[in-house]
């Protein structure tokens, strides 16, 4: 007499490949064989809603027609992620093979999102990371911090010196100094059209790109002249002048 073992596979598309079965005689010892494709792993040969065998090799003696269903399931995985100094990440944690997975990374204040790296290698440089799970993986969202390039000159330059500034990090606390020169004493520091400070050590957060200027005023003295008695004659020069000046003052006496 001939009855027919009939396999097919479940358990998620493309879980895996059945063979065996087909049509034989009663009687006929029978093997029938699940196969999981890749990232897949057999779990049981059913038959309804019995359980068979949990071996991916099933052998029976054929005594009726048979309808076995090998039942796959897609392997779990872990996606860890994590960043370094300047952000924070979300997304991974326990999937299974095939799943599509958001990875997501949002930098602090300061800082700017650079890439995802896996060991050595960069794997995207998209903050939101999306793709396809084949295996465990180790993800790390870099971040590099934002940098602000602060200048300084004096005004007139002949006024003064000024220190400080350069390439700094967003958030740092930035110190500029402006030193008078000699004949001189310091205003004010400016940016632009506005006066940004009155103290010659400015400091402030740094939080954009800043052109500063210091301003210097030269010293002025007065420089005044006379004659005793009055009548002996006149002078002349003198008046305001500034630091640094050369002065002459002359003085002509009266007429005998």
Do not use: C, Q
Request: charged share 5%; glycine share 16%; net charge neutral.
């Amino acid at each position: 007499m001939a009855g027919a073992a009939g396999t097919s596979g479940s358990g998620g598309s493309g879980g895996g490949t059945t063979s065996g079965g087909g049509s034989v005689l009663g009687g006929t010892a029978v093997t029938v064989t699940a196969t999981p494709s890749n990232g897949y792993s057999f779990v049981s040969w059913t038959e309804g809603d019995t359980v068979l065998s949990n071996t991916p090799s099933f052998a029976f003696v054929a005594a009726a027609n048979r309808t076995l269903v090998a039942n796959f399931s897609p392997n779990p995985y872990t996606i860890s992620v994590s960043a370094t100094s300047g952000g924070s990440v979300s997304g991974g944690g326990a999937v299974h093979f095939g799943d599509s997975v958001t990875v997501s990374a949002t930098p602090s204040a300061g800082y700017t999102f650079a890439n995802w790296t896996e060991g050595a290698n960069v794997v995207s440089s998209s903050a939101s990371y999306t793709f396809s799970v084949t295996g465990d993986r180790s993800l790390v969202a870099n971040f590099n911090r934002i940098t602000y390039s602060i200048s300084t000159s004096a005004a007139p330059a002949a006024g003064g010196s000024t220190s400080g500034g350069g390439t700094v990090n967003s958030g740092d606390s930035v110190t500029v100094s402006a030193t008078p020169s000699a004949g001189y004493t310091f205003a004010n520091w400016t940016e632009g059209a506005n006066v940004v400070s009155a103290s010659a050590s400015y400091t402030f957060t740094a939080n954009a790109n800043r052109t500063l200027v210091a301003n210097f005023n030269r010293i002025s003295y007065t420089i005044a002249t006379g004659v005793t008695p009055a009548a002996g004659g006149t002078a002349s020069g003198g008046g305001t002048v500034y630091y640094g000046d050369s002065v002459t003052v002359s003085a002509t006496p009266s007429a005998k």
